[in-house]
């Protein structure tokens, strides 16, 4: 038994050596380092967006302990993802691998670089999901949680299984009560968009809403149970130049039944911004269809 334990720990310990030179130091917050991970040889690094200040330099603290300057290429507030661009040659990218295979319960490290050196958790999966969208609206093509420790400086870094993969980026933003971790999916996709268009679009519609039950003698005529209503609209929002008042029950977009904040913000994605589409609200127990051009979320 003490052999085959000591041959798990070489293991382990063997993995970290191999998955720490793409693991970087990120100095962009007073008084608070951060990780990231190399995301290609041509010196992009990808960490967490909560880690980034909007002003301020920016230097990034290498594996082989040189400390390099770096610009942001963009940032995503609703995934908590940021890509930068280091003034850096000879770095090794980590490639996440897809989930296929993984299951509650599997060993875990969490690796992160707050300092000069690597550090490692050790931990198990301990949930995983389909797709969910974070409180701002950002999608996650999977839900993922750790109970490995993430200690100050560790989102950002990389969640990576026995076998080496590289999983996710754990980050400490998108959840008060679980280490949630970013899968490689969707670390992948926002790269590639904030890569090209320093940002990621999404459909705006100006409003606060709250989630209603409709009273049963309009579920006919409104054609559903539930809609959202009005608590607020932003003055010269696309909801208000549509003539939209508070009060207003919002009950579907071009046809799109919404009785829930995640089906608004799932509806409002990239392909709606400036597309003209109908919204069925209800107004004093009136139903109007409104025509409204989706805005962009700056």
Do not use: N
Not at 133 to 144: E, M, N, P, S, V
């Amino acid at each position: 038994m003490s052999a085959d334990l000591s041959a798990f720990s070489e293991s382990l310990a063997s993995l970290v050596e191999r998955i720490a030179p793409g693991i970087v130091r990120v100095e962009a917050r007073r008084r608070h380092g951060a990780t990231g991970i190399v995301w290609d040889a041509e010196g992009h690094i990808l960490t967490t967006h909560h880690a980034i200040e909007q002003e301020g330099s920016i230097t990034v603290g290498l594996a082989d302990g040189r400390t390099v300057p770096a610009e942001l290429v963009g940032r995503d507030p609703s995934t908590d993802l940021a890509l930068l661009k280091a003034d850096a040659s000879g770095l090794t990218p980590l490639a996440p691998g897809p989930l296929e295979g993984l299951k509650v319960g599997h060993l875990v490290l969490a690796l992160g670089r707050p300092g000069r050196t690597a550090r490692a958790t050790l931990g198990i999966v301990s949930a995983l999901g389909e797709s969910w969208r974070t409180y701002a609206g950002g999608r996650i093509d999977r839900y993922l949680e750790t109970d490995a420790d993430l200690p100050p400086g560790f989102s950002g870094g990389a969640l990576v299984d026995t076998r080496g993969r590289v999983l996710g980026m754990p980050t400490a933003a998108l959840s008060r009560t679980a280490a949630v971790v970013i899968p490689g999916e969707t670390l992948g996709r926002v790269a590639q968009a904030l890569r090209q268009h320093g940002g990621i679009r999404r459909g705006y519609l100006g409003v606060g809403a709250h989630p209603v039950r409709l009273p049963q003698v309009l579920w006919e005529r409104a054609g559903g149970e539930h809609g959202l209503i009005f608590l607020t609209v932003e003055p010269g929002g696309p909801a208000d130049k549509a003539g939209l008042m508070m009060g207003d029950v919002l009950v579907s977009l071009g046809g799109q039944p919404l009785g829930s904040l995640e089906e608004l913000l799932g509806y409002l994605g990239d392909e709606k911004v400036g597309t003209q589409v109908q919204a069925r609200v209800l107004r004093a127990g009136e139903v109007r269809e409104v025509p409204l051009t989706l805005g962009k979320r700056s």
